[in-house]
């Protein structure tokens, strides 16, 4: 059973950070991209960051530029995502997910989806 589990959400303040990260098991995930989604109260789920299966290239959003580090170990099967100057504005759930297609990840299409974890920033 394919499974995509996230740890390390939690409740800081702005301008601090957290890192998330992403378990998959279940399956070889060689070939499949990595990412990140977020979902705030109220809005769609929008792309965050993606990686290529081999590392090589990373996507993010506008939003998150700067701010946001993405990487991976093929090793561990583990994504992590790494949220500095973290701000009120990226409070949400987020979502890691595994796409067979890097590029056309962001359409937020992906075949598998963790639970999610949720992100507080308070002002």
């Known amino acids: 059973q394919v499974q995509l589990v996230e740890s390390g959400g939690g409740l800081v303040q702005a301008g601090d950070s957290l890192r998330l990260s992403c378990a998959a098991s279940g399956r070889n995930f060689n070939g499949y991209a990595m990412g990140w989604f977020r979902q705030a109260p109220g809005k769609e789920r929008e792309f965050v960051s993606a990686i290529h299966w081999r590392g090589v290239s990373t996507l993010y959003a506008d939003a998150v530029k700067g701010r946001f580090t993405i990487s991976k170990s093929s090793a561990a099967n583990t994504v992590d995502l790494q949220m500095d100057s973290l701000k009120p504005e990226d409070t949400a759930v987020y979502y890691c997910?595994?796409?067979?297609?890097?590029?056309?990840?962001?359409?937020?299409?992906?075949?598998?989806w963790g639970p999610g974890t949720q992100v507080t920033v308070s002002s």
């Open positions: 997910a595994a796409d067979p297609t890097f590029q056309t990840m962001p359409r937020g299409r992906s075949k598998y």
